[in-house]
Structures are given as C-alpha cells and as structure tokens.
C-alpha cells in the first residue's frame, strides 16, 4: 500500500505561479495529477511515467503546466503558470502500480486527499 500526500496548495492572484508537490510512501510508476472545481466532475490534468521519459497534459493545461518528478525523493511536482480563475480546484495527485494509462482513472489505485487552490482575478 502506498500512501499519497499532497502540499503546496493555497491562495494566488492570476497570472501568478504555484508548485504542488505530491510525497509519496512508497515506489510508484505512472502518477497522474487531477482536480475537481466547483460544480464539477474530476478532471485529467497531467501524468508523468516512472521513468519521467513520458508526460501527458489535459488541452487546457498545455504550456502552462509541467509535471515533474524525483524518484529518489518519491516525489511528483506540478509547476503550475499563468494561474486563471478557471483553475481554481482541489488538486490531487494519484499513482498506478505500473504505466499503465495516462488518462484511465481505473489504472490509479492510490489516491491522496487533495490540497486546494484557488486563484483570485
């Protein structure tokens, strides 16, 4: 069993920068970024492969966030630009036991509670 934790979140004007970071207890492979705003399903918002050689981004994120990660830190980042309103959301982060699926939320087994953002005009 591998435990998720997420930190980084809080409050940003527009247009500003936030990086979220996701600690993981253990060996992952595929982490995936997610977000549920207001009103709405869960959305895809990045996945980076194990070997970092392989990154996949939801349209609306593209050129303005990176995934990242450091395997010796179990760790997985989310450097986030440009920040909009829109953006606004409970971010988490989950992982598979092996790459999987960028996109597949069934291929994520371990999920994290979540850190907020939110982004003011």
């Known amino acids: 069993q591998v435990q998720l934790a997420e930190s980084g979140g809080g409050l940003v004007q527009a247009g500003n920068s936030l990086r979220l970071s996701c600690a993981a207890s253990g060996r992952t492979y595929t982490v995936g970024w997610f977000r549920r705003r207001p009103g709405t399903e869960r959305e895809f918002v990045a996945a980076?492969?194990?070997?970092?050689?392989?990154?996949y981004y939801g349209d609306s994120m593209k050129g303005r966030f990176t995934i990242s990660r450091d395997n010796a830190k179990n760790e997985v980042y989310l450097q986030m630009n440009s920040l909009k309103p829109e953006d606004t959301a409970v971010y988490y982060c989950?992982?598979?036991?092996?790459?999987?699926?960028?996109?597949?939320?069934?291929?994520?087994?371990?999920w994290g509670r979540g850190t907020q953002v939110t982004v003011s005009s």
């Open positions: 989950a992982a598979q036991r092996a790459d999987y699926s960028y996109t597949d939320l069934s291929a994520y087994i371990y």
């Open positions: 980076i492969t194990r070997s970092g050689g392989g990154t």
